[in-house]
């Protein structure tokens, strides 16, 4: 098979390395998080002159861990911050509104244990409450007996329950991490000069902007990045990053590692599970894929840089196993993947007090320095991402960018119309007609959700050659004419970007069956070429196997 590009010419990212040298920029944005990638898609749209840089792959922090639901905060009903879920609930219908296949409703399906802190009847008020903060936009409430519970989720260990209650929030069909791609490439497609492996070193005043001292981390080369305003969205790293530029700021993070465990498909039903953990904390049980999420925890950490521990695996896997009525309890050898993070929580730097963690909620500020023309974001959730694109056009303005236009809207899917379109000529073509394993979403609608308009010309892919169609990973959908438009358009580094963030295969699949799967083997040769041996052995190690092609050879 043909490499999807040729290694010999130049790739986005090096063309937007070497510009990123060139240009005095507007807006530098440090961080490629949902933060970031929102700001620089909402102020590349609205025509400001925009960099942004990430020092390791787009989304590869915080924003690859989350629990991948677009919700509004129904927990916060505990402390009455009624304002906090009308706003976030807002957030959420206008995703959901706006991403019609990437931002889905999804039902809760929440188990009530006897003796909890609250009696159900109280939590059925709050979801109808909740249901009314979000406009009446999702589907009704329902309530839940326990002899229901156990004829709609025989899963569920029902005995110890007084009943429950089902309602509606969002989910990211595709994950967090593609979620964010999808603002990184709109950015990019309105003149956004991004670039992932780009650490910033350190950024100094000069005049009336700055200079960012930058590294590309694949080469080790240094440049020099001109900016009139610079926009922190660095997450967990936002204070030191501050600290080290000479910033100082009202607030400042606290930090919660978060982990879920992946294992085999719990429950057929496409809804999430939803449980009081020992902690008091919402547990969820989510459909991902043909596998299911489970977590949270909520640990305070001094450090960003964490990892999964023993601990953290026993209270995900004691949690569930208490809560499920399962063939045989899940262990560790059960799990498929694992995600970690941690949430940077806003609070005011003054206190040293340590927050009440049960209360903090997940608000973000945007703290502005009018004289260094700075801005950092604290905090946040993936659901609010579309305010805080706003917000950060707003405070671009006052610190004098032009944003010819100001009104122009920046996000969204495209217009019904080319979707009518594409849906239409995907019938032509047959493409939902060919055999595909994956029978919970036809092609079409697949292709649609992740590339939008550039899916037509996957479909003349498949035109030309039906093999084009056929999924390259086993227990996956990923289907082989993606490979080309991935290689082209989603600035692919590493063998682990494509794996583990412009696809969740590495979240659905064991390493060790990727590291034997012929198709992971060409996906490595069509992304990167002459380079794919290096790339291969860099994420698996050891030398690698032959390539799909020799193998086939009886
Ligand atoms: C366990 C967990 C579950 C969650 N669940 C949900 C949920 O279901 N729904 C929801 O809405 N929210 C959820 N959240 C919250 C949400 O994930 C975060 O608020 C959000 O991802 C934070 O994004 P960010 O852009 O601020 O930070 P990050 O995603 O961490 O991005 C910051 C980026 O800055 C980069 N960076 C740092 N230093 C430099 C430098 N010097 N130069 C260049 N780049 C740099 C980092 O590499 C990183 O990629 C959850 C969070 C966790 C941890």
Known sequence: MEPARPPTSPTLRDTNLEKLARAPFDVLVLGGGINGAVGAAALAARGAKVALVERQDFASATSQSSSNLIWGGIKYLESYELGLVRKLCRARNELMRSYPSSVREIRFFTSVARGFRHGRFVLVLGAFLYWALGGFFTRRPRVLSRARIAREEPSVESAPLEGGFEYSDGILPDGDARFVWGFVRAALDHGCVAANYVEALGC????????TRARDVVTGRELTIRSRVLVNTCGPWADAVNARDGMRTRHRHVLSKGVHLIVERITPNPRVLTFFADDGRLFFVIPMGPRTCIGTTDTPVSAPEVGVTPEDRRFVLDNINRRLRLARPLEERDVVAERCGVRPLVVAAGSDETPD?????????????????????????????????????????????????ADRRWWGEPPDALGERFFHEARLAGLDALPWPAPAEPRSARLWRR????????????????????????????????????????????????????????????????????????????????????????????????????????
């Open 204 to 211: 100094a005043r000069d005049g009336d902007g700055w200079v």
């Open 357 to 405: 963690w049960m209360q903090l909620s997940r608000k973000h500020a945007i703290e502005t320095d009018e004289a260094a023309r700075h801005v950092t974001v604290f905090g946040g959730k993936l659901t609010d991402c579309l305010n805080v694109g706003e917000e950060l056009c707003a405070e671009a303005i006052r610190l004098g960018v032009a944003l010819p236009f």
């Open 451 to 554: 590339y939008g308009v550039a899916a037509l010309e996957l479909l003349e892919t498949v035109r030309r050659d039906p093999r084009q169609a056929e999924v390259i990973v086993p227990g996956t959908d990923f289907m082989r004419c993606e490979l080309e438009a991935v290689s082209r358009r989603e600035m692919v580094v590493k063998l682990e970007d494509f794996l583990r963030r412009r696809t969740a295969i590495a979240q659905v699949v064991r390493a060790d069956e990727l590291r034997h799967a012929p198709g992971v083997r060409e996906a490595c040769e069509a992304l990167f070429g002459d380079e794919a041996d290096g790339r291969w052995s860099e994420l698996f190690g050891g030398a690698p196997r032959a390539s799909p092609t020799e193998r086939m050879v009886p």
